[in-house]
């Protein structure tokens, strides 16, 4: 156990010197002109190529009639709709209880039986 | 003095103000897509809540802002990017103890979008930063129980 604690710790600080290493080297890169726009190329390109394996990857998915991470998206997103649209109804039914006085008033806390429904409003003890 | 609440609706207000009158910014806004969501994770140890917000950027300055009543709004809105981390990291951006670029390369502040637009424009930070120090912050982990 203690041994793990010590791996464990070694480990951290062998990930956190590397962290700092890579963010210094990372400080120098950026900061310079150059540098920005050499990362900000690299990155580019990172993501087109991304952009063009997620491509290949749908045909194959769609080619195997499977779905793929744009048909999960679109559901997801479906879904978000669907749960803001019922928000906004909650919402108007909501707004149209209160302009009626027909809300009911929020429920009482838990504890008192139903017994002591008709007791009206009870204030702060003591 | 009090700041403002980290993340509440009036200090982003604040914030999107303080931006907004910076005469640079449509130097930095030029070329990026039109609107950003940002989500800070909640850490319920620090007392931070989950917070969306979203935003749109129009004629060199940010023409409207709102705070999202849920995180999965984001997925409707579909923005050009978005941007995600827990509430400790946001913070450290906030503190300067963080840099945003290099969070965002290193994967530790989640970047959705056109990324390699953004380090284009990172040295137009100081817009940020300088927005940052006006706005007085309250950080919901230093405040007293």
Same mark, same amino acid.
């Given at each position: ?51 063009? $394996? ?7 998915? #769609? ?12 559901? +997801?997103k479906?879904?978000a709709?669907?749960?803001r ?21 929020? +429920? ?19 | ?20 009158? #910076?005469?640079? =910014? ?9 609107d $950003?969501a ?16 979203w935003?749109r ?11 999202l009543?849920? !995180?999965d709004d984001i997925l409707e809105l579909e923005p050009?990017?978005v941007?995600?981390?827990?509430? #400790? ?15 965002? =390369? ?27 120090? /006006?706005? /007085?912050?309250?950080?919901?982990? !230093?405040?007293?129980?």
């Amino acid at each position: 156990m203690t041994d793990e604690k010590k791996g464990k710790g070694i480990a951290d600080l062998l990930v956190e010197q590397g962290m700092r290493f890579a963010t210094q080297a990372a400080k120098t890169v950026i900061d310079d002109r150059r540098g920005q726009e050499a990362v900000a190329t690299a990155v580019g390109l990172a993501q087109k190529g991304m952009k063009r $394996l997620e491509g290949v990857q749908e045909q194959v998915l #769609h080619a195997i009639g499977l779905p793929s991470k744009s048909d999960y998206d679109d559901v +997801a997103k479906q879904m978000a709709r669907l749960k803001r649209k019922m928000r906004d109804l909650k919402k108007q039914v909501d707004a149209a209880a209160d302009a009626k006085g027909a809300r009911p008033s929020p +429920a009482p806390p838990a504890g008192p039986s139903a017994e002591d429904d008709d007791a009206g409003e009870q204030g702060d003890a003591g | 003095m009090r700041g403002v609440r980290f993340a509440s609706r009036e200090w982003i207000a604040a914030v999107v103000e303080a931006v907004n009158r #910076h005469p640079d =910014l449509p130097r930095a806004l030029a070329g990026l897509g039109t609107d $950003l969501a940002v989500v800070v994770e909640a850490e319920p140890v620090a007392r931070a809540p989950a917070v969306a917000a979203w935003g749109r950027q129009a004629g060199g300055r940010i023409a409207e802002w709102r705070l999202l009543e849920d !995180e999965d709004d984001i997925l409707e809105l579909e923005p050009d990017y978005v941007v995600r981390a827990p509430y #400790h990291l946001w913070k450290d951006v906030m503190q300067a103890r963080l840099d945003p670029v290099q969070a965002a =390369l290193a994967g530790r502040i989640r970047v959705k979008g056109d990324l390699e637009g953004l380090v284009r424009r990172a040295n137009f930070r100081y817009i940020v930063d300088e927005a940052l120090r /006006a706005v /007085a912050t309250e950080y919901p982990d !230093e405040v007293k129980r």
